[in-house]
Each structure stands twice: as structure tokens, then as C-alpha cells.
């Protein structure tokens, strides 16, 4: 009996170490001080680049960047600073690398344009020698009213330049009230436009008349065009996930990615997310429609023109602020943010065209705060890295690296 016993304790032990060791986890210290508002980019050299915002004092930022370099990350290198910045929890800077160009490179920031709370515009700048010294920047949108323009995605194109889209303000500017803020005329609009190593403006257009206010845009490359997910508004409040493709020279009109119907009257603050190879395209999203909360993934095999059902990958309370990638077999691997005894974890799951796959893991624990911001995936040779805003301590900057 005893022996019995022994041997279905070792084998127990046995299965919980395998499954502990299922996933390996490292922490990557980075060269981050005080900052947030993390991104990453992966070139289509296999490097890998970490972004962020550095908090110099009260009133000075500077956007930085560190490429990673074997285990660790490179010294980093100041893009621009300015004591005028928009900085926003939600509403992150990026780093992006001209495809077939080693040493040219793009970043964004959000700088104040006028008095108004939300009067700020896009900045990009450009780098031709791997971000030693960054050129004077410029505005993508040309519209020059003081509004809000931000909640930007960058996209390295096959033709040389940048692919750039963005949640434009300039409909939404009726006037101003005595403390300078705008009141609201029209609806904020979907735009996106080009530009090449030099700066040169490319195609700026409007892709969609009505979207949600705040949520974050993300773009991604299909081997049919580029794509841009994003969160549409409806005259009835609808606020479900969108897409628009660019097919040859022309955007198709926006479609729903899934119709979950969630009628809420503010921005819920929560972005889409996409990954694509070839004609393979997975999208992920937070929806609260019918007040319940709930992460899901869909998939489409000819590059946005349909999708299947979304599939359900959170754990019961989730906060959404999702990232998604594509691993080499075409499964998909999504993060979220899940509410636990009021504390956050950052947890993966795959799921791949039949649902989710297995249980998902914690990666970190992290506030549920604003501050905490929104963690970022990308998948790096053989693992993933991951990057949040930790406020533990001080608000800085943390990385990952996990095997799967």
C-alpha cells in the first residue's frame, strides 16, 4: 500500500516538474531608469529593437531605443526629448527599420500643438545611420488643425518606405471652450499615409469616416497587402473590431473582423491586435458585449477577406490590453491582462483555427493600474520576449525572454 502510495507521488511530482519546466522564463534586465510606454519591433533581419519613454523630470521626456543583442540589451540611444510631449499610458511611441535597409530607421512620439488637452500631433523622425543621429522631424498628416492625432502604427512596406495609420482628430475640432479644450464636431477618423527614407509624403488618405476614440491601431504585412485592425464606431455606439486592406493600390471598405455587438458609450481603451504570414492573418481582441468580458482570436486564411468564429482564450476576468504573434506553425500566441484577487497577471495561450490549446500560463504579475500600461509580445528566434510598465519600486521599464 505504502509503495503504492510512493509511486503515484513520484509520478505526480515528476508530471508538476515537467509541466513547471513547460516554460522557461528569463528576465532580461534593461538599460531603462525611470520610464514606460514599452514597444518592440522586429526587423525583417531578425533583429529586435526595445523602445520606451524616459521620464527626465517633470515636465522632460525623451524616447529612447536598444537593439538586443544576444542575451542582453545594447546601450541605449536617445532618439529626441522635449518638455512638450503628449506622454499617455496608452498611446505608446514606436521604432521601425526600413525593410532592406540596415541602417535606416523611423520612430514616433506625440508632441502638443496647441493649448488643449488633446491638441497634440504625431512626430516622426528618421535615422539613416542606425539611429546615431536622427533627422529634424515631421507630421505625417497634413491637416495642420490642433487636434488630436495619435494611437500610431508603423509598417515597414516592400517598396522601401514606411506605412504609417493613425486615429486622426481633425473632424472632431468644432471650436474651443474657455479652458482651451476642444468640443467634440465630428467623429475621429481612421487615416493612414507613406513616406520614405527622406521624409517624403506618399498617399496620405482617409480609411474610415467613424472609429472609436482611443483604442490603439495595429497594422500588419499579408502576402496580398497590408492590413490595419482597429476599433469602428457605429451611430448606435457599436464598438466592435475592424479591417481595412489595401488590395493593389486600393483600401476596401472597412468590414468587421467578428460582430460582437458591444454597444458602450466611451472608449474602452482597449486596441486589436494582428499577426500575419503569408495569408495567414489572427487577430485578437477585448470585448465587454452583453457585460461580460472576454479575450478572443480569429483567424482568416486569405488575408483578412473572411474570418472564422472568435475564439474565446481568457481565463474568466480579463482586462484585455492583448498582443498576438505567429509561431513557425502557424498557431498563435496571445498575451492579455487577467485580474486576479485585484492584481493583474500577464498570461499566453496558443489557440489556432480549431480554438485555444491547452492552459494558459502566468508570465508576470503586474497592477492593474493605468500605469501599468500594456504589455508587449514579439517573437525573437527560438522564444518571445515580452515588455511592461512595472510601478513596483519606481515606474520603469521590464523584459522577458521565454521559451514555448
Same mark, same amino acid.
Given at each position: 500500500m505504502y509503495r503504492l502510495f510512493f509511486f503515484i507521488l513520484a509520478i505526480l511530482t515528476l508530471w508538476s516538474c515537467e509541466s513547471s519546466e513547460e516554460l522557461l522564463i528569463k528576465e532580461i534586465p534593461t538599460p531603462v531608469k525611470e520610464g514606460g510606454e514599452p514597444n518592440l519591433f522586429l526587423a525583417d533581419n531578425g533583429e529586435l529593437y526595445?523602445?520606451?519613454v524616459s521620464y527626465l523630470d517633470d515636465t522632460t521626456s525623451a524616447l529612447a531605443f536598444a537593439q538586443f543583442a544576444g542575451d542582453e540589451w545594447s546601450n541605449p540611444q536617445e532618439i529626441a526629448q522635449g518638455d512638450n510631449w503628449f506622454v499617455n499610458w496608452a498611446d505608446f511611441p514606436s521604432v521601425a527599420a526600413f525593410a532592406g535597409d540596415g541602417g535606416a530607421f523611423a520612430a514616433h512620439w506625440l508632441q502638443k500643438s496647441a493649448f488643449g488637452t488633446y491638441d497634440y500631433d504625431v512626430?516622426?523622425?528618421?535615422?539613416?545611420?542606425?539611429? =546615431? /543621429?536622427?533627422?529634424?522631424?515631421?507630421?505625417?498628416?497634413?491637416?495642420?488643425? +490642433?487636434?488630436?492625432?495619435?494611437?500610431?502604427?508603423?509598417?515597414?512596406?516592400?517598396?522601401?518606405?514606411? #506605412?504609417?495609420?493613425?486615429?486622426?482628430? /481633425?473632424?472632431?475640432?468644432?471650436? !474651443?471652450?474657455?479652458?482651451?479644450?476642444?468640443e467634440h464636431g465630428g467623429a475621429m477618423t481612421l487615416r493612414a499615409a507613406e513616406f520614405d527614407t527622406k521624409g517624403q509624403l506618399f498617399a496620405e488618405r482617409e480609411l474610415d469616416q467613424r472609429i472609436c476614440d482611443c483604442c490603439q491601431t495595429?497594422?500588419?504585412?499579408?502576402?496580398?497587402?497590408?492590413?490595419? @485592425?482597429?476599433? &469602428?464606431?457605429?451611430? =448606435?455606439?457599436?464598438? &466592435?473590431?475592424?479591417?481595412v486592406r489595401k488590395m493593389d493600390s486600393t483600401w476596401t471598405e472597412p468590414q468587421p473582423v467578428a460582430s460582437d455587438s458591444w454597444k458602450i458609450a466611451g472608449c474602452p481603451v482597449n486596441g486589436p491586435a494582428a499577426a500575419a504570414k503569408g495569408e495567414l492573418l489572427a487577430v485578437a481582441w477585448f470585448t465587454g458585449a452583453n457585460a461580460e468580458n472576454r479575450v478572443k482570436v480569429a483567424f482568416s486564411k486569405d488575408a483578412g477577406a473572411s #474570418?472564422?468564429?472568435?475564439?474565446?482564450?481568457?481565463?474568466?476576468?480579463?482586462?484585455? /490590453? @492583448?498582443?498576438?504573434?505567429l509561431k513557425e506553425d502557424g498557431e498563435a500566441l496571445v498575451s492579455w491582462l487577467e485580474e486576479v484577487n485585484g492584481k493583474g497577471e500577464i498570461r499566453v495561450a !496558443?489557440?489556432?483555427?480549431?480554438?485555444?490549446?491547452?492552459?494558459?500560463?502566468?508570465?508576470?504579475?503586474?497592477? !492593474?493600474?493605468?500605469?501599468?500600461?500594456? +504589455?508587449?509580445?514579439?517573437?525573437?528566434?527560438?522564444?518571445? @520576449?515580452?515588455?511592461? !510598465?512595472?510601478?513596483?519600486?519606481?515606474?520603469t521599464v521590464r523584459t522577458l525572454w521565454f521559451e514555448w
Open positions: 526595445l523602445s520606451w512626430r516622426v523622425a528618421i535615422s539613416q545611420d542606425a539611429g =546615431e /543621429r536622427w533627422n529634424p522631424s515631421f507630421i505625417p498628416h497634413t491637416d495642420g488643425i +490642433p487636434a488630436e492625432h495619435g494611437f500610431v502604427t508603423l509598417l515597414p512596406t516592400t517598396n522601401g518606405r514606411i #506605412f504609417a495609420t493613425w486615429l486622426d482628430g /481633425r473632424n472632431t475640432k468644432k471650436g !474651443t471652450n474657455a479652458a482651451g479644450d476642444h495595429d497594422a500588419v504585412m499579408t502576402s496580398n497587402g497590408p492590413i490595419v @485592425v482597429y476599433r &469602428d464606431r457605429s451611430a =448606435e455606439e457599436i464598438r &466592435d473590431i475592424y479591417i #474570418f472564422s468564429e472568435g475564439f474565446v482564450v481568457d481565463d474568466g476576468h480579463p482586462l484585455g /490590453r @492583448v498582443d498576438i504573434v !496558443t489557440v489556432n483555427t480549431n480554438g485555444k490549446q491547452g492552459e494558459s500560463h502566468t508570465l508576470m504579475t503586474t497592477s !492593474t493600474a493605468r500605469q501599468s500600461g500594456f +504589455p508587449i509580445l514579439e517573437k525573437y528566434q527560438e522564444g518571445y @520576449v515580452l515588455a511592461w !510598465t512595472s510601478g513596483e519600486e519606481e515606474t
